[in-house]
């Protein structure tokens, strides 16, 4: 549903898309470095047989270790975040999906944030559906990040997704529309 909603914001808005979960996999899968700092601390363990990484191996265990997820975030994440801070300095508007925003604090780098939410039981079924995940680590994946309740209280727009399409359509065409009118930048 997000997906589908920030296919809506770049249709109406000119503007450069960064996903942190597409640099995280960009990392993950090309950067030599990265593979051997995860190797250094995961071991052969989290590596297929053919080097690649074991992304379900690795993500159970570190929704598993708490320790293990901090170490994780401390390889990818600086290097996430000098990716988006780079590509935000060379644009003008720049829309950004980063799932850890408030847990990594990067709100503050930020004019407006834009959150997505739901019922946590409607996150539990996408994760199980959408990622294939189980509904144990489904669980694990959502612990571990601020409650809901909170991102909303610091947001400055949510999009219910709890509704059909349309609707949520609705609230991020209205954003768009606030948007364009404090920054410019309205699609062709």
Known sequence: ????????LQGKLRVSFFSADFEARRLTESDFAVQEEIRSAFGDRVFDPDGSLARNRLRELVFEEAKARKTLEDILHPRIRRAWIDQ????????AEIPLLYETAAERNFDLVIVTACSRKSQKERLVSGRNLSEALAEQVINAQIALEIKIQRADRVVWTDCPPGVAALQVNQIAREIIDRYGGAAN
């Open 88 to 95: 935000l300095g060379n644009e003008q508007l720049l829309l």
């Open 1 to 8: 549903m997000a997906r589908a909603l920030l296919e809506i």
